[in-house]
């Protein structure tokens, strides 16, 4: 008989834990360890001490403890090399090459990349001079989008409005070196509907996942500064599989085949992350991980088993993943003042009395009660027939949490248009 498999999860937050769980459903998988995880994590994989861009420290682990499976959350860890390190040891990896994350670490190359093999996106230009990217902007229109090129914890992105806004960012961005490096691309506003589409990928071979849309804005009706996501749900109903099925051919599939073809075959998840224009789906963004926190609200809908879905995937081997019709919503309780500055400690009551998934996302847990110890603190989420079911349940689990220090957005799902795209 099979012996039961061992996986690592690298990542500490509520896709993390996400992964682990939906990993924990399968009967091949005899055990989990996650790297650092979290309070919540521990309680259903075995938390290691290891930073996620701890190369060698992970390499070693997975060595020494015969790890049949590493699936790599953060991209901290993919552009630390780590599936690089895993790959020269033999040892089996879900989560691209330093070079393959290129399509999500450098706005410049996934840009070039879509350019090259007419994937559709917005117009850009790059630059790195301050003179000449103010006096670019000087003869384009508004509203700009101003980007930093290079990681930047989702805050590198400036939609200006006007002039005065376009330099105020310029400025920071190439003047001050805010972030460090010093390149922006600014580019072609576009608009419409946003939806996140998640595909595993390995090679040419692309599987789709359900969509998701999360709300990256701190306060109802999307106000309030961005933040690393207040919540998602999924499925996207105003996303027609028509629509769903352009963005596979001309956008998911092209992307995993020009990557083969630039030498950076690509093996875990490509995150396109697009937006329905009245010409169709274009790309905002490509991340070469699961998003967060659309995963939490997507792997929940996976009927099949994770563990055989990703080795089928990394293999090539043919593989059609099962999915519930249940609408999920997740919301984010954050620490108020999150995404500024908050405070951290206070007691959260009464999550025994849940009876949906939560995810952790910054927990600490001290004598078996759980303390605040983040911005992003938790995920509840809850199933219905419809998203406005889902919306009703997740509201109904989230009242039985006590603790005075979070807040939550209270419209997550509730925006979705009511008209079906062509
Ligand atoms: P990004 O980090 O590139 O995903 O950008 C963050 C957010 O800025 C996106 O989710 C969009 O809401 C917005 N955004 C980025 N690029 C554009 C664009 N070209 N046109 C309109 N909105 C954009
Ligand atoms: N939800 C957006 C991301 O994962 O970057």
Redesign the pocket.
Same mark, same amino acid.
């Given at each position: 008989m099979d012996k039961g498999k061992k996986v690592l999860v690298v990542g500490s937050g509520g896709r993390e834990h996400a992964i682990v769980k939906s990993l924990a459903k399968s009967p091949k998988v005899a055990e989990i360890f996650c790297a650092p995880g979290n309070a919540g994590i521990a309680n259903d994989a075995k938390c290691l001490p290891i930073k996620v861009d701890d190369v060698e420290g992970l390499v070693n682990f997975a060595q020494r403890n015969h790890i049949d499976l590493t699936v790599i959350g953060p991209e901290a860890a993919l552009v630390a090399g780590l599936a690089d390190a895993m790959l020269q040891n033999d040892i089996r990896v879900f989560g691209p090459t330093k070079g393959a994350t290129q399509i999500e670490s450098s706005?410049e190359f996934a840009k070039m990349l879509m350019e090259k093999y007419g994937i559709p996106?917005?117009k850009?230009k790059s630059f790195s001079a301050f003179e000449d990217a103010l006096d670019y902007v000087k003869k384009g229109s508004f509203?700009s989008?101003i980007?930093y090129d290079g990681l930047?914890a /989702?805050k /590198?992105?400036v939609?200006a409005q006007n002039l005065k806004d376009a330099e105020i960012a310029l400025r920071e961005m190439l003047h001050d070196h805010k972030f460090g490096d010093d390149k922006v691309i600014i580019?072609?506003?576009?608009?419409g509907p946003?939806f996140s589409f998640m595909c595993f990928v390995s090679g040419e071979k692309v599987y789709p996942l359900e969509l998701a849309q999360d709300h990256?804005r701190a306060f109802d009706g999307d106000k309030g500064p961005?933040t690393g996501g207040m919540g998602a749900y999924s499925p996207v109903p105003f996303i027609s599989e028509k629509v769903k099925n352009e963005a596979l051919e001309k956008i998911m599939k092209p992307t995993a085949k020009a990557l083969m073809d630039m030498g950076l075959p690509f093996c875990g998840v490509l995150y396109g992350?697009l937006?329905l224009t009245q010409e169709g789906p274009k790309v905002?963004?490509f991340n070469a991980r699961f998003g967060d926190p659309e995963t939490e609200v997507v792997l929940p809908r996976l009927e099949s088993d994770l563990f055989d879905f990703i080795n089928y995937a990394i293999e090539g081997k043919g593989f059609i993943p099962q999915w519930s019709h249940d609408a999920v919503i997740g919301v984010v309780l954050a620490s108020k003042g999150y995404p500024g500055s908050y405070k951290k400690g206070e007691e959260i009551k009464g999550l025994e009395n849940i009876q949906t998934e939560v995810f952790h996302m910054g927990t600490a847990e001290m004598n078996g009660k759980f303390h605040v110890a983040g911005g992003r603190v938790l995920m509840v989420t809850a199933h219905g027939d419809d998203l406005p079911e889902a919306a009703l349940n997740v509201e109904k689990e989230i009242k039985l949490i006590e603790c005075p220090s979070l807040f939550h957005r209270t419209d997550i799902g509730k925006y979705v248009l009511n008209t079906e795209s062509k």
């Open positions: 706005k996106t917005g850009y509203p989008v980007k930047a /989702g /590198g992105v939609i580019e072609e506003f576009l608009e946003e990256k961005n992350g937006i905002i963004e």
